[in-house]
């Protein structure tokens, strides 16, 4: 089984600042036939379901603002929030769909 | 416009059985995967079952096994959960989510459907 481990589970942030959240695999989510990481990243706002925001590790999903990167490979994974704003306020889990089924990181609190 | 609308949700005792549906539109069904996602209160995300756009493939987390059983029917565009001796710890918001194009990335998701385990 995959278990994705997030890190911190909260951190504080101050307005326009950087956030980063780390998310490590006990597993390779690597694929060699494609070359793709198969990790996703998601946004859960209070009282809504959650929206995809990267997918493939680094892919922005559309729509998604240029502040939020994905990075890594492998193994070891980091979403950057690149200058934090208000609504950015959620909780925010990553995902890995090599395996099934899916399995999600604890989450990390993101606020303000 | 993708939309997802699950229902079927509600208080039963343990042991219990209940059906939750997926009405999906804006999209064509029959292309995707489709998962069903739950999440305890104040708690993170589960992936509970997924089902291939033709229904040929099933899986399940392991704590539903031979309790739960995903189907979907491509002709009326929906998705279902039927979920057998129901536990406490079944108690969730269960949503129903797209995959992305033949993979398991969750790219849109239903607003949720409460099922509550009570006696």
């Known amino acids: 089984d995959f278990v994705l481990t997030q890190s911190p589970d909260s951190l504080a942030v101050s307005l326009g600042e950087r956030a980063t959240i780390n998310c490590k695999s006990s597993?390779?989510?690597?694929?060699?036939?494609?070359?793709?990481?198969?990790l996703a990243w998601y946004q859960q706002k209070a009282g809504q379901p959650p929206k995809l925001l990267i997918y493939w590790a680094s892919t922005r999903e559309s729509g998604v603002p240029d502040r939020f990167s994905g990075s890594g490979s492998g193994t070891d994974f980091t979403l950057t929030i690149s200058s934090l704003q208000a609504e950015d306020v959620a909780v925010y889990f990553c995902?890995?769909?090599?395996?099934?089924?899916?399995?999600f990181g604890q989450g990390t609190r993101v606020e303000i | 416009e993708v939309q997802l609308v699950e229902s079927g949700g509600g208080l039963v005792q343990p042991g219990g059985s209940l059906r939750l549906s997926c009405a999906v539109s804006g999209f064509t069904f029959s292309n995707y995967w489709m998962s069903w996602v739950r999440q305890a209160p104040g708690k993170g995300l589960e992936c509970v079952a997924n089902i291939k756009y033709d229904g040929s493939e099933k899986y399940y987390v392991d704590s539903v096994k031979g309790r739960f059983t995903v189907s979907r029917d491509n002709a009326k565009n929906s998705l279902y959960l039927q979920l057998n001796n129901l536990r406490v710890e079944d108690t969730s918001t269960y949503y129903c989510?797209?995959?992305?194009?033949?993979?398991?990335?969750?790219?849109?998701w239903g607003q949720g459907t409460l099922v509550t385990v009570s006696s």
């Open positions: 597993q390779s989510v690597f694929y060699s036939p494609n070359g793709r990481n198969y």
């Open positions: 995902q890995q769909y090599h395996g099934t089924p899916p399995t």
């Open positions: 989510t797209r995959g992305g194009l033949g993979y398991l990335y969750l790219d849109n």
